[in-house]
C-alpha cells in the first residue's frame, strides 16, 4: 500500500487520492484562503502587493502563535481563553525587567516566567483539580486582567531604555522583506506540527483529547499530558506578547482585549474541534490567516468598521457551514 | 458522584424543589460574602442597596434563564451581549416612531427573537457549533447595530409608561425585579416540571437517544434559542428605558456575566445537567462581589479579579464535595 | 501650497459619537480644500491600530492622522513612521517622538466647568457641592477632566467634596450599575460629574431609578459629542451644563495641520482646539439640530479662543 | 522487536501462578460490588469467569487492570505481591485487558490504536510511522484479521473494532491477557479466529481470563470457571466438573427450564409494519417486508449486512432515498422520528453508549424518556406515576440499581441494556425493533428478556428482532429474514428454517 508521510490530523494516511482530498479539511481551508486573497487582488489594487502581503504575515503572526498553543489545548480536550489577557500581563515583566537591567534577555525571561507560572495555575486548577477549564481560564482571564490593571493603575508602562534588538524583534524585518514576527510563527508552528504527529506527546494530546478513558487505559497519564498542552499554551501566548509589546513599544494595560475570542474564532474556523482529539495545527494556522487577510482586504475596499463586522460574521458562518456541510458528505 | 442533574428527589421524601444539595457550596459562599461585607460596611443592608443589588441582577437573571436551558440542551449563546444593544435601540427607536410602549415592546421582542431565531437555526440546521456560530452573530451585531444607529436613541417620545419599566417600582420593589422573578418563576418551574424541560435535559445528555425516542431534538434546542432571544428581549427593554435611550454600545461583556453566572451555579457546560435554581444563587454571588467591593469602596479593577477567584473557587468546592458525597 | 492627495486617518474608536464628528470636521475641511481622507479603525485594539497604520503606509497615503488607542504604545509606530518619512499628526495625547498634536485641554475643559458648576451651585445648591464623580481612571485625558472639574468647583465652593470616585467605564450601562451602588452606598450628593455624556447620563439615570428627585441637583456633562446630551438639557431638570469640546473642530484643526506638514512648514508641536462650558440651552449658539442630525455652526466655534497652552496635562499626572 | 511477539516466553514458569488475587473487596456508594473475591491463573491455561449482570466481572477486571482501587485484598503476580495503582502500574506488569466497552480512539488509524500503549519510536525519538503501519499488518496477517491497518477505527463495525482491541492485546508482550465479554459482538467465524489466538496465547504459557455469558463459548475454550454472585466467590472448578445446568445453578442460583419459552398459541394477527421497496444511498437496496402483530420477525445477516440501516432506516433515524413504510396502514414520514414514534415504532439500539444511554442522568430519567409525554398533563409531567412507572419496571426486570437516582453509567452494561428495553415497554408500542438486544446480557437476564419478547408478540406486538446469535434466532423467530449486502436474501418459517439454510442465504 502506497504510504506517504501524512501531516493530517488522524495521522490516517488513506489509501486514494480522493479520500484523502475529502478527509483533510485543510484542503478546503487552503481554497478559502485563496478565493480570499483572489477576491481582494481583484478588488483592490495596493492588496496584492508584496509590502502589504507580507504586513498581514507579520500581523497574523501573533494570533498564529498564541492560535498553535490553543489549538493544542483544544486538541487536547480542553479549553484557554486566558490568552487575551495574559499578552498583556507579560508585557509588565518584560518591559520592566529590561528598564531596569537594560537586557532583553533578561526581559524575556521575565515574561517567559510569569507565562509559566500562569501555564502551571491554569494546568493544574484545570487537569489536577478537574476544574472545568473554561470556567478556570475564564477565570484567570478576568484576574490576569484586574491584576494588570492593579499593577499598572490603569496606565501603560512604557519601555524607557529603548533597545534596537528589541525593537526589531517585533518591528523588523528580515533582508527588509519578512517580518520577524512571521518568521518565528511559521518556525514555531512547524516546530509544534512535527511535535504533534511526529513524536508520541503529540499522539498521547490527541488520545486524550479522543477519549480520555481510553487514554488512561492505555497507560497515559492523562492530567499530565492536559498540564503541559496548558504550559505550551501560556509559553506560546507569552511569545505572542512579547512581539505585541514590542509592536507597541510598552506594556499596554488594555492590550491584547477580546484577543481570546479573535484566537478561538480562528482556531475553530481552521476545523480544531471544540470537543476535543480533532483538528490540525496547520489548520489553525490557515484559520488565522484567513481571519488577517480578511480583514486587511476589507479595510483596504475602505469599507467601515460596522461592515467588516458583519461580514466577517457571515463569513465565519459560511465557511464553518460548509466544513460541517462537507463533512456530513459520505 | 451524585446526581446533580435533575434535582433528584429521595423516596417518600415531599416535593421541596430547594433542597437539592449541589447548592450548598453557593448558599454557604452567599452566606460568608453576606456577613463579611455587612460587617465591613453596614450600610451593605440598608433598603437602598438591597434594592440596587436586586436591580442588577435583575438583568442578568433575566436573560441567564434562558442561558441556562440552552446549556442545559448542550448548547450556548455569547451573541445575548451586542443583541441587547441592538434590541434596546429598537425598542427606543420604535416607540419615537410610533408612540406607543407597547409596540415598541413587541418590536424589542421580535427582534431579539428573531435573532434566537437565526442563532438557533444556524446551530441546528448548518450544525455549527454554537460558540463559533454565536461568536459570528455577536459580530455581525455589533457591527449591524451601527449600521442602524451611530448614536445613542434618544427618548423622544417621553411616554411614562416606557420609564417606568426600568425605572418604576410597585411599592418599594423596582418593576424589573419583579419582572424578573416572575420569569425566574416560569422558568423554573418549566424547567423542572414540564416535559419541555425535561426534554431538554435528554436532549442535552444524549442527542442521539433523545432523537431515537421520538424528541423533535433540533426543535427543542431552537425553541431555548428563541426564548433566549425573547429574554435577552425583555432586558433590552428594561435596559433602554432604565438608560432612557437606546445605546448601542451598551452590553459589552454581559454575555461573559451571564454564562459564569449560569455555571458558578452548577450547570455544566456539556449540557444535560443544571438548575436554575443553582442560576439565581451564581447571579446573586456574582452581583453581590460586585456591588461589595463597591460598598467597600475597594479599587474596582478587583471587579474583574474577584469574580475569578470566586467562579474557580465556587467550581473547585462544588468537586471537592462531590468527592466527598462519593464516599 | 500643495494639497496631499491621501491622508489616512486610523481613528481609536469610530464608532463612538466623538470620533464620528472629528471625522465628520476632517471630511468636511478636506472636502473644502479639494482632497480625500480615508479612515481605519483601532476600535479599541492597540495592535490592530498598528496593523491599520502599517497597512496605510504600505498603501500609500501622503500624511497620517492618529488617535492614540493608548500613548505609549504608538512609540514604535512613530518610530518606523520616521524611518520612512511618512509625517504623523497625533491627535488627542502627546506621544513620545511626535512632531504634532492636536487636542483639546482635558484639565481645562473640567475646570471651566467646575467654575460655573460652583457658581451654580452657590446660587442654587446653598453652596454645597457633594460630588460623584462619574470617571474613567483608564485614560489620562479623562483623570485630567475630573481633577479639573473638582480643582475648577473649588474656586467657587471651597468645601466641596467628591464624595464618589467611580470607574463608569465610559460607557452608560457601566456608568448606571456604578453609579446605583454608590448612590445606595450613600446617596448624599448634589452634583454629578460625567467625563464624558455618557458617564453624566448612566449617573443621572442611577439617580432617577433610585427614585430621588433632580430638584437639587446638577448634572455635569463633558464632551458634547452628539444629540445625548442636546436630549437631557432639553428634557431633565437637573441637567444643566456641558462642557463642550467641538470634536467637529479636532477634525478641522487636524487636517489643517497635516496639509502644513505635508508641505514641511513649521508647525507647533501643540495646536490647542478649543473647549468651552455651555450652560442650559447656551448649546444653540453652536448646533442646530433637524431630525437626528446636528450641525455646527463654524462661524461660532471658530470664534472660540483656544488657550496657547493647557493648564496641566497628562504630564502633570505622572508627577 | 514486535515481530518476535508470538513466541514462547522461555522466563515464564508453568508451575508459579501467574496471577493470585485474594480476598478482593471493592464497594461504590451504595453498592458492594466486590465482597472477599479470589482468582487463581495458571500460566498457559484460559480461566473462565462468570456471573450474572452485575455480579462483579468487570469490577474485578477493572482492579486488575489498575483502573480502580481495591478496598481490600492482595495481589501477586508471578508469585511476587504487587500494587496496581494505574493502568500503567499494570501494563508494566504484562497484564493486557481487552475491555468491555470498546477502548479505542476513534478518530485513530487502526494500525496507530494497535500500538497506543507504545509507539515504536525511531532513533531520534520520532514515531517510526513505517513500523507501526507494517507491524500491524504483519500481526493481522499472521492471526488471520483483515482489516486494513490504515482506516479510521471509528468507521469500522463494532466487531470489527472489538477485533482491534483484540489484536491489541497481542502487539506486545504480555504474561496475562484478560478479555471482558469479547465476543459480544463477534460473528461466529471470528468467534472462531478468536479461539485459534487463544490458543496460540497459552501455547505461549499466557494466562488468559476469558468473561462471556455464553455458556458454549466457555466449555469450548477454558479450563477452568469461577463463578461470582452479587460480588462473592461462589466456585472455583475445573470445567470437566461442570454441566451446563450446574453453571447456571451456580450462577444464579436456580435453574432454568426452558432459556426459549413459547407461550404464544394464536397465530400471526393483522400487518403491522410494512416496509416496500426500501433503499439508501448508503447501503440498503430495495428491501421489502411485513411483519404482523403477534410474531417475531428475525433478522440474521453477517457483519456489515444492513440490519443495523435496516432498523434505523425504519425508525425514520436515517434518511432514505426510496421506499414506503407503513404502520397499521399508515404511511411514514420518512426521516421523522418523531411520527414513528408516536405511530407505535420503536427501536432498541446496537450501540448502548452512543445511541442509548444518556450517562450522566439517573436511571429514572433514562428509563422514562421515550414514555414520558404519557405521563404529562397539559405539559407537566407527573413524577409520581412516573417513578412508580420506573419502579415497577426495576422490579420486573430485576435492574440492579440502588436507587432510582443511581447515573445510569455506574450499572453494569445488562443492567442498562434492561433499563433501556423498559425505555420502550413503558410506552404502548405496535412494533418494536430490538437490534442485538442480548448483548452483553447474562443467561437470567437473557431468559427474562425472551420471555418478555414472546410475552410481548403474545400481547399483539410485532416484534422485528436482529441477532446474530443463530440458538436465539432459532429459538424465538416465528419467521426469519436473512439479509446480505443490503438486500433480503430469503424468508423461512419457522418449520423451514434450519442453520444451512440461514447461513447459505445469508452468504448469497
Ligand atoms: N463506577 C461505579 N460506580 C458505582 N457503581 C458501580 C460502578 N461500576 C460498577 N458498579 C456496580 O458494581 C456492580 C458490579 O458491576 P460490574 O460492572 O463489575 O458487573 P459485571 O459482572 O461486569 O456485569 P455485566 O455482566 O453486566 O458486565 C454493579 O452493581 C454495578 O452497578
Ligand atoms: N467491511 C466493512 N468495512 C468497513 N465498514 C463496514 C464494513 N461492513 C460494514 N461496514 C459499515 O459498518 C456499519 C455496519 O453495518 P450494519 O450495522 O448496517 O450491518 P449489520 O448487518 O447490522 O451488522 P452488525 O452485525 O455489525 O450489526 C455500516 O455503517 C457499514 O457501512
Ligand atoms: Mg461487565
Ligand atoms: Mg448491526
Known amino acids: 500500500m502506497p504510504q506517504s508521510p501524512s501531516l493530517s490530523a488522524s495521522g490516517s494516511a488513506s489509501p486514494g487520492l480522493a479520500r484523502i482530498l475529502f478527509r483533510r479539511s485543510e484542503i478546503g481551508l487552503v481554497v478559502a484562503l485563496l478565493a480570499v486573497i483572489l477576491f481582494f487582488a481583484l478588488a483592490s489594487d495596493t492588496f496584492l502587493t508584496v509590502r502589504n502581503l507580507t504586513n498581514v504575515l507579520g500581523q497574523a503572526s501573533l494570533a498564529m502563535i498564541a492560535g498553535v498553543g ?261 | 458522584m451524585t446526581t446533580d442533574t435533575l434535582p433528584a428527589r429521595k423516596r417518600g421524601v415531599s416535593l421541596s424543589a430547594l433542597t437539592d444539595n449541589s447548592q450548598i457550596v453557593l448558599i454557604g459562599l452567599l452566606a460568608v460574602l453576606c456577613i463579611g461585607i455587612s460587617l465591613a460596611a453596614p450600610q451593605f443592608y440598608s433598603p437602598d442597596n438591597a434594592i440596587a443589588i436586586l436591580r442588577q441582577c435583575a438583568l442578568v437573571l433575566i436573560v441567564a434563564v434562558g442561558m441556562t436551558m440552552l446549556l442545559v440542551a448542550g448548547e450556548v449563546d455569547l451573541s445575548v451581549g451586542a443583541s441587547l444593544a441592538f434590541t434596546g435601540c429598537v425598542a427606543m427607536d420604535v416607540t419615537n416612531r410610533t408612540h406607543s410602549v407597547v409596540l415598541g415592546a413587541l418590536a424589542a421582542l421580535a427582534f431579539s427573537g428573531a435573532v434566537g431565531l437565526f442563532n438557533g437555526l444556524v446551530v441546528t440546521r448548518l450544525k455549527i457549533n454554537s460558540l463559533i456560530a454565536t461568536i459570528a452573530t455577536m459580530m455581525i451585531l455589533q457591527g449591524g447595530v451601527y449600521l442602524y444607529t451611530r448614536e445613542a436613541v434618544q427618548n423622544h417620545h417621553l411616554l411614562d409608561a416606557f420609564t417606568a419599566i426600568g425605572a418604576g417600582y410597585v411599592g418599594p420593589v423596582p418593576i424589573p425585579v419583579i419582572i424578573a422573578a416572575v420569569i425566574f418563576a416560569v422558568g423554573y418551574v418549566t424547567l423542572r416540571f414540564t416535559l419541555f424541560g425535561r426534554y431538554l435535559y435528554a436532549v442535552g445528555a444524549n442527542l442521539r437517544a433523545a432523537r431515537l425516542s421520538g424528541l423533535r431534538a433540533e426543535r427543542l434546542k431552537l425553541l431555548a434559542f428563541v426564548i433566549t432571544g425573547l429574554l435577552v428581549g425583555v432586558a433590552g427593554l428594561i435596559l433602554a428605558s432604565l438608560m432612557n435611550a437606546g445605546q448601542p454600545t451598551a452590553g459589552r ?75 | 501650497e500643495k494639497m496631499p ?315 | ?153 471509528g468507521d469500522l463495525p463494532v466487531s470489527q473494532q472489538q477485533m482491534v482491541e483484540i489484536a491489541r492485546a497481542l502487539a506486545h508482550e504480555a504474561k496475562i491477557v484478560v478479555m471482558d465479554e469479547p465476543t459480544s459482538s463477534l460473528t461466529p467465524k471470528e468467534v472462531e479466529l478468536l479461539f485459534v489466538v487463544i490458543r496460540r496465547l497459552t501455547a505461549l504459557g499466557i494466562a488468559v481470563v476469558y468473561v462471556s455469558h455464553k455458556l458454549d463459548e466457555v466449555f469450548e475454550i477454558s479450563d477452568t470457571v469461577t463463578v461470582l454472585r452479587d460480588g462473592r466467590h461462589i466456585s472455583t472448578k475445573p470445567i470437566g466438573e461442570h454441566t451446563h445446568d450446574s453453571l447456571i445453578h451456580d450462577m444464579i442460583g436456580r435453574r432454568i427450564e426452558n432459556l426459549f419459552p413459547r407461550s404464544r398459541t394464536g397465530s400471526a394477527g393483522k400487518v403491522a409494519l410494512s416496509v416496500e421497496g426500501l433503499s439508501t444511498d448508503t447501503k440498503l437496496k430495495d428491501v421489502s417486508f411485513e411483519a404482523r402483530a403477534g410474531e417475531v ?48 415504532i420503536g427501536l432498541l439500539t446496537e450501540d448502548r453508549k452512543l445511541e442509548g444511554l444518556m450517562l450522566e442522568l439517573p436511571v429514572q430519567q433514562n428509563m422514562s424518556l421515550a414514555a414520558l409525554s404519557s405521563f404529562a398533563k397539559a405539559g407537566f409531567v407527573d413524577e409520581g406515576s412516573e417513578r412508580s412507572a420506573v419502579q415497577s419496571f426495576v422490579d420486573r426486570f430485576r435492574v440492579k440499581t440502588p436507587s432510582l437516582f443511581q447515573p445510569i453509567k455506574n450499572l453494569s452494561g445488562g443492567n442498562q441494556q434492561k433499563v433501556l428495553l423498559a425505555r420502550w415497554l413503558m410506552r404502548g408500542l405496535k412494533v418494536i425493533v430490538v437490534d442485538e438486544p442480548t448483548r452483553g446480557i447474562d443467561v437470567g437476564a437473557k431468559s427474562e428478556i425472551f420471555a418478555l419478547i414472546d410475552r410481548l408478540a403474545g400481547e399483539g406486538l410485532a416484534v422485528i428482532m436482529m441477532t446474530s446469535e443463530m440458538p436465539e434466532l432459532l429459538g424465538l423467530s416465528d419467521r426469519i429474514a436473512v439479509m446480505a449486502e443490503g438486500r433480503l436474501t430469503a424468508t423461512f418459517s419457522r418449520e423451514e428454517a434450519t442453520q444451512e439454510r440461514i447461513l447459505n442465504a445469508a452468504i448469497a
Open chain 4, 1 to 153: 522487536m514486535h515481530a518476535e511477539t508470538l513466541t514462547r516466553n522461555e522466563a515464564i514458569p508453568l508451575d508459579v501462578p501467574a496471577l493470585a488475587m485474594r480476598g478482593i473487596g471493592k464497594r461504590f456508594p451504595g453498592v458492594v460490588a466486590l465482597d472477599g473475591v479470589d482468582l487463581t491463573l495458571m500460566p498457559g491455561k484460559v480461566h473462565a469467569l462468570m456471573g450474572e449482570n452485575g455480579a462483579g466481572k468487570s469490577t474485578l477486571i477493572k482492579i486488575l487492570a489498575g483502573v480502580y482501587g481495591k478496598d481490600s485484598g492482595t495481589i501477586a503476580i508471578g508469585g511476587v505481591e504487587t500494587e496496581l495503582k494505574t493502568p500503567r502500574d499494570a501494563l508494566k506488569k504484562g497484564i493486557k485487558v481487552v475491555f468491555q466497552e470498546i477502548a479505542l480512539i476513534s478518530e485513530f488509524t487502526v494500525a496507530e490504536n494497535i500500538f497506543l500503549e507504545e509507539y515504536p519510536r525511531r532513533a531520534d525519538g520520532s514515531i517510526a510511522w513505517k513500523t507501526i503501519r507494517a507491524e500491524a499488518k504483519a500481526l493481522f496477517d499472521r492471526i488471520g484479521f483483515a482489516v486494513d491497518p490504515a482506516a479510521r477505527t
Open chain 2, 253 to 327: 461583556g454581559f454575555e461573559l456575566t451571564v454564562i459564569a453566572a449560569v455555571i458558578l451555579g452548577g450547570t455544566s457546560l456539556a449540557g444535560g445537567r443544571g438548575t436554575l435554581f443553582g442560576t439565581l444563587l451564581g447571579v446573586l454571588v456574582l452581583k453581590i462581589v460586585d456591588n461589595g467591593i463597591i460598598i467597600l469602596r475597594w479599587n474596582q479593577d478587583l471587579q474583574m479579579v474577584v469574580p475569578g477567584l470566586v467562579i474557580i473557587l465556587a467550581t473547585w468546592l462544588d468537586i471537592v464535595r462531590r468527592r466527598n458525597d462519593a464516599r
Open chain 4, 297 to 344: 420477525l428475525g433478522f440474521f445477516g453477517l457483519m456489515g449486512a444492513g440490519r443495523t440501516e435496516l432498523a434505523k432506516a425504519i425508525v425514520g433515524y436515517d434518511p432514505i432515498r426510496t421506499g414506503r413504510i407503513t404502520i397499521d396502514g399508515t404511511a411514514l414520514k420518512p426521516h421523522d422520528t418523531r411520527t414513528a414514534v408516536s405511530l407505535g
Open chain 1, 70 to 330: 490553543v489549538a493544542i489545548v483544544f486538541i487536547s480536550g480542553e479549553v484557554d481563553v486566558s490568552v487575551g489577557s495574559l499578552v498583556a500581563a507579560v508585557a509588565i515583566p518584560l518591559i520592566t525587567v529590561m528598564n531596569a537591567t537594560e537586557s532583553l534577555a533578561l526581559g524575556i525571561a521575565a515574561a517567559l516566567a510569569l507565562g509559566l507560572c500562569v501555564g502551571i495555575v491554569n494546568g493544574f486548577l484545570a487537569a489536577y483539580l478537574g476544574i472545568n477549564s473554561l470556567i478556570t481560564t475564564l477565570g484567570t482571564l478576568f484576574i490576569l486582567r484586574g491584576g494588570v490593571y492593579l499593577y499598572t493603575g490603569q496606565k501603560a508602562i512604557p519601555d524607557d531604555v529603548m533597545l534596537e534588538s528589541f525593537f526589531q524583534l517585533g518591528n523588523g524585518r528580515l533582508f527588509e522583506v519578512v517580518p520577524y514576527p512571521a518568521l518565528i510563527a511559521f518556525a514555531l508552528l512547524l516546530v509544534f506540527a512535527y511535535v504533534m504527529r511526529h513524536r508520541t506527546f503529540g499522539r498521547k494530546v490527541y488520545a486524550v483529547g479522543g477519549n480520555p478513558e481510553v487514554a488512561r487505559l492505555a497507560g497515559y497519564d492523562v492530567k499530565r499530558v492536559k498540564f503541559t498542552c496548558f504550559i505550551i499554551s501560556s509559553l506560546l501566548a507569552t511569545v505572542s506578547g512579547i512581539l505585541l509589546a514590542s509592536r507597541l513599544g510598552s506594556a499596554v494595560h488594555v492590550a491584547g482585549l477580546g484577543f481570546e475570542f479573535q484566537v478561538v474564532a480562528a482556531v475553530v474556523l481552521g476545523g480544531v474541534s471544540l470537543s476535543g482529539g480533532v483538528g490540525s495545527l496547520f489548520g489553525a494556522a490557515l484559520g488565522v490567516l484567513i481571519l488577517s487577510f480578511l480583514s486587511n482586504g476589507l479595510g483596504m475596499l475602505d469599507l467601515a468598521t460596522e461592515w467588516q463586522l458583519v461580514i466577517t460574521g457571515f463569513i465565519i458562518i459560511a465557511a464553518v457551514g460548509f466544513d460541517e456541510w462537507k463533512r456530513r458528505q459520505p
Open chain 3, 5 to 319: 492627495k491621501k491622508v489616512g486617518y486610523v481613528v481609536n474608536y469610530a464608532t463612538h459619537e466623538w470620533y464620528q464628528n472629528v471625522i465628520k470636521g476632517m471630511k468636511d475641511r478636506a472636502a473644502q480644500l479639494g482632497f480625500e481622507v480615508e479612515v481605519k479603525d483601532a476600535n479599541l485594539d492597540a495592535a490592530k491600530q498598528i496593523a491599520a497604520a502599517e497597512d496605510f503606509m504600505s498603501q500609500g497615503v501622503d500624511v497620517l492622522i492618529i488617535t492614540p488607542v493608548n500613548e505609549d504604545a504608538v512609540v514604535p509606530l512613530l518610530r518606523r513612521a520616521k524611518q520612512e518619512n511618512m509625517p504623523i499628526v497625533l491627535e488627542g495625547n502627546p506621544v513620545k517622538g511626535m512632531t504634532t498634536l492636536v487636542a483639546i485641554c482635558d484639565y481645562d475643559t473640567g475646570y471651566h466647568a467646575g467654575v460655573e458648576a460652583g457658581k451654580y451651585a452657590k446660587e442654587h445648591l446653598g453652596g454645597k457641592a457633594k460630588v460623584m464623580n462619574v470617571g474613567l481612571p483608564l485614560l489620562s485625558a479623562t483623570v485630567l477632566r475630573s481633577n479639573g472639574f473638582m480643582d475648577g468647583i473649588k474656586t467657587e465652593v471651597p468645601d466641596a467634596v467628591m464624595v464618589h470616585d467611580l470607574d463608569g467605564g465610559g460607557n452608560p450601562d457601566r456608568s448606571f450599575e456604578v453609579s446605583a451602588a454608590a448612590l445606595a452606598q450613600n446617596g448624599d450628593v448634589n452634583v454629578i460629574y460625567g467625563i464624558n455624556d455618557s458617564s453624566s447620563l448612566g449617573g443621572l439615570q442611577a439617580w432617577k431609578a433610585a427614585g430621588k428627585s433632580q430638584d437639587d441637583l446638577l448634572v455635569v456633562g463633558t464632551g458634547g459629542e452628539g444629540l445625548a446630551f442636546i436630549n437631557a438639557i432639553e428634557k431633565e431638570p437637573s441637567y444643566k451644563i456641558e462642557a463642550a469640546m467641538f470634536p467637529e473642530k479636532v477634525g478641522f484643526t487636524a487636517i489643517d495641520a497635516a496639509v502644513k506638514l505635508y508641505n514641511k512648514e513649521e508647525v507647533p508641536s501643540w495646536i490647542v482646539s478649543p473647549t468651552t462650558p455651555m450652560l442650559g440651552d447656551g448649546w444653540k449658539k453652536y448646533y442646530s439640530v433637524d431630525g437626528n442630525v446636528r450641525t455646527i455652526n463654524w462661524d461660532a466655534v471658530n470664534a472660540v479662543k483656544a488657550p496657547d497652552k493647557c493648564m496641566k496635562t497628562a504630564a502633570d499626572l505622572k508627577k
